[in-house]
């Protein structure tokens, strides 16, 4: 029964985790900063995971999964800090985010499916499956970078 209730209550903290975060900043440049913040983390730890794929660093099955599972995690997070009025300010952010909201969740979408893809390849063990994995994951990234960023 507590351990019920322990999940209970878990999960309830994360529903409630999960709703639009978006009012949780004070103001606009706040929520640049947190997804730039989430951006900058995600990538540090896809890159780590790059450097193993592409022999530039050893591969660590262990690593790779860890870094793979942190990608995964945080690519839940920078979407809710793309609200009114964020697209001025300290930001690469273009303004077809906010045109174009349709392909934009479409692109986060994918990208997400991606590193979920990615963080399983990674539990494998396998460098094989971990390169197999990496190039579309890759491919998401750029897209949306290529259609939604600034150089």
Not at 22 to 31: E, L, M
Not at 57 to 86: Q, R, Y
Not at 94 to 123: C, N, S
Request: glycine share 6%; hydrophobic share 50%; aromatic share 8%.
């Amino acid at each position: 029964m507590k351990k019920m209730l322990a999940l209970l209550t878990l999960a309830g903290a994360a529903a409630a985790l999960s709703a639009p975060a978006f009012a949780q900043f004070a103001k606009p440049d706040d929520a640049i900063k947190y997804r730039k913040a989430a951006f900058t983390v995600m990538g540090a730890h896809f890159g780590r995971i790059g450097a193993m794929v592409q022999g530039k660093a050893p591969f660590d099955a262990k690593a790779a999964a860890e870094n793979a599972d942190i990608v995964a995690a945080m690519s839940h997070l920078p979407w809710a800090a793309f609200g009114p009025d964020t697209d001025m300010g300290d930001t690469k952010a273009k303004p077809e985010i906010w045109k174009e909201q349709a392909k934009f969740k479409q692109g986060a979408d994918k990208m997400q499916a991606e590193v979920t893809k990615l963080a399983a390849a990674a539990k494998t063990g396998n460098l094989d499956n971990l390169k197999a994995a990496f190039g579309p994951a890759a491919e998401t990234c750029k897209a949306c970078h290529d259609a939604f960023r600034a150089k």
